[in-house]
């Protein structure tokens, strides 16, 4: 019996969803009475994780290898499950998590549920709250299975500090037969990605051209937050595919969500509508994203946006 | 070159979503669907190789008869034939399983499954049946492309994009990049007539293999009016956000 969670790191340093994961997958084991294990790749120093609740951690060794490999990776989870007979293993949101998840439950024909919001309702059967409808709706889902596999909404829980025995255990890192290789990774120079952001801010079609996005990305340096936008941005060229948010695009769920110049529609809306709190700048009072926000300010991008970021400047002495 | 696009038939992205029979069932009153919209740019690029590579391309879905007017227009969007295995899909493992018991039968080169549907948002669908079948599986594909015999991919990632390169048979994830969203293709009229004139086969399902259940559904709680500040008092909004929302 045990639970494992799945930690994943960039630049040798733990991911903070990974410790959300750890402090998750601690409330499980407190509440079924058993043991929460760690599974790492690559990683050098897995000490920390004692301190989020960790009992055993599985430092796996990835040789040379620098590129994530989806099937080695969910190969090896899965061979750790099965040895430790866990019942439960916890994934984060994150592109990669989302990734190798499912197939890590296929290899067990394992229940699994994605977007999970909170600690199970229940264990005797597994029942979880998942969002469903592009965040429009959750589902009650539960599982008819021995092994469950769950992706963790970003910010859902939090992060708890925990002392876990922190015992450490080494296995294989498991070979791959698929001739599906990486050649190469192209990074977004040094930016904070919209998965891992505390804060994202979002720019729409109300900046009128992409030689205006000096405004988002200047208010996103002194906010440390990751650059979003609307599908029709990202559309034109004016920003890459990568920053498109919404039903259609990427899934926010930040702390802090700011939208500048974007009108609120419907797929905008559902796809950061589990960020915790909403702020709009936009000039058009009747806006639907006013009806949306916690927070609103009705006036011109171009001027309440520079004296945001001279404000926010000022307080932070930058 | 033969392609399956499995195509997932979910609610308009402006669709109200509400519940009916105690919240155990989407209520479907008044709701246009439509092609899954990942599945849309999946379909367009296999479109693309039936044009430039004489691929033959076959969509499929699993579910029952109110799905074939979308397998009619994927038809008419220029797929070659329609197949529905004709089970109302319980999960995303049920649904993977039977498109796997499918593609065990006829072999498939390239296997097209969207992202994620926007109805359940499961993204597992794909993942699952490329495990099933034995293959790799790319998520989150934003680029496919013949490169002698095998195959140039791009996957995109939190922070950037992968560049990766494979041999086919092969299960991609399909979603916005891989095609332009104005390249997707609209049905003309002859594509249309075409598209009646084309086989849409019903098959049984296979055994039928479950892992999960949906219980019962909620709405969000209802939102309280936001906040207004005036464009002059921005250390107000600040204020607000430090001390009031405490996310600063
Ligand atoms: C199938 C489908 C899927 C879709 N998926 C998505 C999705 O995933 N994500 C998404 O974002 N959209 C999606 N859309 C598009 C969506 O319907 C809207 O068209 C889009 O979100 C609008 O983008 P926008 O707010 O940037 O532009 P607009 O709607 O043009 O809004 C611009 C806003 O800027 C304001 N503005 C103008 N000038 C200023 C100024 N000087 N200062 C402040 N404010 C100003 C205006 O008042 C207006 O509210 C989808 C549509 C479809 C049909
Ligand atoms: N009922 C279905 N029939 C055929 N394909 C489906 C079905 N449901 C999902 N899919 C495919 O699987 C993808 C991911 O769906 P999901 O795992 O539900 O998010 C969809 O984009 C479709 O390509």
Same mark, same amino acid.
């Given at each position: ?28 084991? /407190? ?13 050098? /120093? ?24 989806? /099937? ?8 750790? &499950? ?115 952001? /505390? ?87 009747? &806006?639907?994203?006013?009806? &949306? ?26 | ?248």
């Amino acid at each position: 019996m045990s639970v494992i969670v799945y930690i994943e790191s960039q630049d040798q340093e733990i991911k903070k969803s990974s410790l959300e994961v750890a402090s998750y997958g601690r409330a499980i084991a /407190d509440a079924s009475g058993t043991e929460l294990i760690a599974v790492s790749f690559g990683l050098d /120093d897995t000490s920390i994780l004692k301190h989020y609740g960790v009992d055993l951690i599985y430092a796996i060794s990835t040789e040379e290898e620098v590129y994530f490999n989806s /099937d080695r990776l969910s190969t090896t989870l899965a061979k750790i &499950a099965s040895e430790e007979g866990s019942q439960i293993i916890v994934f984060s949101s994150s592109a990669n998590a989302r990734y190798i998840a499912p197939l890590t439950a296929a290899k067990y024909e394992a229940a699994y549920f994605s977007n999970v919001i909170g600690l199970p309702l229940s264990y005797k059967p597994l029942t979880v709250k998942r969002s469903c409808f592009t965040n429009k709706a959750f589902n009650l889902s539960t599982s008819q299975k021995d092994l469950a596999v769950l992706s963790l909404s970003s910010n859902s829980f939090g992060i708890i500090e925990k002392e876990g025995k922190g015992l450490s255990k080494s296995s294989a890192y498991q070979e791959s037969t698929s001739d599906l290789k990486v050649r190469s990774v192209e990074k977004t120079a040094n930016k904070v990605t919209i998965a891992d952001a /505390d804060i994202v801010v979002s720019g729409g079609r109300g900046l009128k051209g992409p030689e205006h996005w000096h405004l988002i990305e200047d208010l996103a340096n002194v906010l440390g937050a990751a650059t979003a936008c609307s599908k029709p941005v990202s559309d034109m060229g004016w920003r890459p595919h990568s920053e498109h948010v919404g039903q259609t695009g990427k899934p926010v769920a930040s702390n802090l969500y700011i939208a500048i110049g974007v009108s609120g529609a419907i797929q905008h809306l559902a796809g950061i509508n589990s960020s915790k709190v909403k702020v709009v700048i936009n000039n058009d009072p009747e &806006a639907p994203f006013f009806k &949306a926000a916690d927070y609103g300010i009705v006036g011109d991008a171009f001027e309440v946006v520079p004296t945001l970021i001279e404000k926010l400047k000022a307080l932070k002495g930058v | 070159m033969k392609i399956l696009v499995c195509i997932s038939t979910v609610p308009d992205t402006t669709s109200k979503i509400n519940f009916v029979d105690e919240n155990r069932a989407f209520d479907t009153q008044g709701v246009t669907f439509i092609i899954n919209p990942n599945d849309e740019f999946g379909l367009t690029r296999a479109i693309w190789f039936q044009q430039k590579e004489g691929a033959e391309v076959t969509v499929v879905t699993v579910g029952d008869s109110s799905c074939e007017p979308i397998l009619r227009k994927c038809l008419a969007i220029g797929a070659d034939r329609a197949i529905r295995i004709d089970t109302v899909p319980q999960d995303g493992l049920s649904v993977a399983s039977q498109l796997a018991d499918l593609a065990k039968r006829e072999a498939f080169d390239l296997i097209i499954t969207g992202r994620e549907s926007i109805d359940y948002n499961g993204g597992m669908v794909g993942a699952m049946l490329a495990t099933f079948l034995k293959i790799p599986y790319l998520a989150n594909c934003i680029h496919i492309e013949k490169e002698g015999d095998r195959y140039n991919l791009e996957r995109e990632m939190d922070g950037g994009k992968e560049l990766l390169n494979g041999s086919l048979p092969l299960v991609i994830g399909a979603q916005k990049g891989l095609v332009e969203e104005k390249d997707l293709i609209i049905p003309n009229m002859r594509g249309i007539m075409q598209a009646r004139q084309k086989p849409l086969d019903v098959i049984q399902p296979q055994e039928i293999k479950v892992a999960t259940a949906v219980e019962s559904f909620e709405k969000p709680p209802a939102k309280g009016p936001v906040k207004l500040i005036d464009p002059t008092n921005i250390e107000g909004l600040i204020d607000l956000l430090q001390n009031e929302a405490k996310v600063l």
